[in-house]
T-cell receptor
Framework: GAVVSQHPSRVICKSGTSVKIECRSL??????MFWYRQFPKQSLMLMAT?????????EQGVEKDKFLINHASLTLSTLTVTSAHPEDSSFYIC??????????????FGPGTRLTVT | AQSVTQPDIHITVSEGASLELRCNYS??????LFWYVQSPGQGLQLLLK??????LVQGIKGFEAEFKRSQSSFNLRKPSVHWSDAAEYFC??????????FGAGTRLTVKP
């Protein structure tokens, strides 16, 4: 149980275009989903927290107009990188918290999406 | 605010040798601690977690970790390393209702 998927696993796009990454909880409902970014050989940095039906909360320094997050249902959150540039190339990982986890303790991670902007 | 420190960026051990990866945390309340492993180009796999109770936690793949409140540490151990254990290891701290913060990671190389 507690499986999170991401689609696509890899994407290459041209500079100036937009890319959408999906994060789905497959066998549970997620009240909260998190988006992380990981540069090569570095740790995960939290970008934003999204709750179903409300606006995402962005970490300091993350441009909300560039990284659009939509959490329209309890099983799906999307991250759209708008007007992508080469410096946006990175590994994006999502995680989700189970609605039934009343202790609000654990997150389940997706496999990640490798974005390359040319 | 919670934070996690992994003092060792890179560790090399011989196959069959024991392993200890260090993790120190800073948090004002009761921390919830995790160890994850990441192979190149892959997502995170949970090795083990500590929420409460027994301070020695057993995880998957033969790993264990010990929570030491007095030292603010949660070190990961394995008695005998296998070549397939070569990967990046992340310690993370969370709290009820809050997000998770990750350490910088420790890259493990296993020598044959």
């Amino acid at each position: 149980g507690a499986v999170v998927s991401q689609h696509p696993s890899r994407v290459i796009c041209k500079s100036g275009t937009s890319v959408k990454i999906e994060c789905r909880s497959l066998d549970f409902q997620a009240t909260t989903m998190f988006w992380y970014r990981q540069f090569p050989k570095q740790s995960l940095m939290l970008m934003a927290t999204s709750n179903e039906g409300s606006k995402a909360t962005y970490e300091q320094g993350v441009e909300k107009d560039k990284f659009l997050i939509n959490h329209a249902s309890l099983t799906l959150s999307t991250l759209t990188v708008t007007s992508a540039h080469p410096e946006d190339s990175s590994f994006y990982i999502c995680s989700a918290r189970d609605l039934r986890d009343t202790g609000l303790l654990e997150q389940y991670f997706g496999p990640g999406t490798r974005l390359t902007v040319t | 605010a919670q934070s996690v420190t992994q003092p060792d960026i890179h560790i090399t051990v011989s196959e069959g040798a024991s392993l200890e990866l260090r993790c120190n945390y800073s948090y004002g309340a009761t921390p919830y601690l995790f160890w994850y492993v990441q192979s190149p180009g892959q997502g995170l796999q949970l090795l083990l977690k500590y929420f409460s109770g027994d301070t020695l936690v057993q995880g998957i793949k033969g790993f264990e970790a010990e929570f030491k409140r007095s030292q603010s540490s949660f070190n990961l151990r394995k008695p005998s390393v296998h070549w397939s254990d070569a990967a990046e290891y992340f310690c993370a701290v969370g709290a009820r209702g809050n997000d998770m913060r990750f350490g910088a990671g420790t890259r493990l190389t296993v020598k044959p």
